[in-house]
């Protein structure tokens, strides 16, 4: 290839705070968006930490500098206390932006358009207040919204002076950015209403999931369900983030009211909220439910299909703020899907419009209970909605769809349209 063809290429740096083999979520589809981009013919970098996101035993070593399918990756060492605790956040948040900002960003090269991500959720202040300093060109990926979703959870007060920071500083790094991707209608309704970005510059493009690595198979033949005994009740799981601004007792009440059917009920993961939940299991003196560490990346396909439905939420109150992109992964194997969230939420008009599940409100246990028992007693119509839901995942919402999308943005971001 001739200099003047590479020189064409686009140059894309891609900065998140995970990356594979960390168990974010939002590291994995990083992984396959920075692969894909390379792919369609674009020089990709990413720029990331050490694992650090799961508990300690899910961190694996891995080499600081590698290149892999055209994709270059720099894991920065920073501090890994507890994200748990909001001064061990703030410490990591710290070690990886200075350094990435002076060592990464500032001496920028020609040509390059970075992509700044929310994690951790000030990144892209990096962005905006470098453009000061150092004009480059740049596009913010919004995933949750902060502060609106720290305000949500309490950790700080609407309209207070931490509050007022955050939002005058979002004003900045959306306002500086060539280009923004949301993942919902509502998020790119909050970024244009709130912080006044440019509604031909927002663009919504969903997570994805890909097919080629999560593909459905008979949940007979998953040891994850051989395991745990899955095979013979009708199981519903959850996979993921149990953080703080998921709603799980309903669940648990449901799986009450479910004691005397054949149903299992199984949490994979961690969070805020393991403990509350591994509390009320012992207090309801639940038989029928399982709450079990992170499945591993390598067994994690084998895990999805050792149930019959896969559960999917978003709490009240915060759409436009997050959205579950587990909803993506769960299409990916096949299986229905079981929402529950606010009436108005995207996530349920997803669900329901494209017929891949069912949807119950927030709150509503013997709504639940009653969604299992008619799923149980349909097996047939049961597996139509699974077949639906990979046909849906192919079709709308593969990693081949979206990173399309996604390269076309920042071709913009990189033009500075």
Known sequence: MSDETN???????????????????????????????????????????????GPKETWQECPRKEEKAGVKVHRMFTTRYSKDSIIGRIVNSVTF????????????????????TTNPPYLGFVGGFMSFIRPHKYVVLLHDSYPELAVWVGKIREGGVIDKIWRWCNKIMYRRAKQVIVLSEAAKE??????????????????????????????EESQFAKEHGLIEP???????????YYEFGMLLEGAKLLENDN????????????????????????????????????????????????????????????FPSKLYTCLSVGKPIIAFSSPTSELRSKVESNGVGKWIELGDAEGFASCVRKLIADPAGTKAMGAKAREVLETEYSIAVAGKKYFDVLKLGDKGI
């Not at 970005?197 to 949940?219: F, G």
């Not at 009920?265 to 009320?280: E, H, N, P, Y």
Request: glycine share 6%; aromatic share 10%; proline share 7%.
């Open 190 to 219: 909050l970024v244009v209403t709130y912080y006044k970005a440019d509604p031909d510059r927002v663009h919504v493009i969903p997570n994805w999931a890909d097919p080629k690595e999560l593909q459905p198979k008979p949940k």
């Open 97 to 116: 932006l200075v350094p990435l900002a002076f060592f990464h960003v500032l001496p920028k090269n020609k040509n390059e358009v970075f992509l700044y």
């Open 263 to 322: 149903f299992r009920l199984v949490f994979t993961g961690a969070g805020g909220q393991r403990d509350s939940i591994a509390m009320k299991i012992k207090d309801l003196k639940l038989t029928n439910t399982l709450l079990l560490p992170y499945t591993p990346q390598a067994t994690f396909n084998d895990a999805l299909n050792g149930c019959d439905g896969l559960l999917v939420t978003i709490a009240n109150g915060i759409d436009g703020i997050s």
């Open 7 to 53: 020189q064409k290429k686009m140059n894309v740096i891609i900065l998140n705070q995970y990356y594979v083999p960390d168990v974010a979520s939002t590291g994995h589809l990083l992984y396959e968006l920075a692969e894909n981009i390379a792919s369609q013919g674009a020089h990709v970098k990413v720029i990331t930490c050490r694992p650090s996101y």
């Open 234 to 244: 009708f199981t519903l799981l959850y996979s993921g983030n149990l953080g703080l």
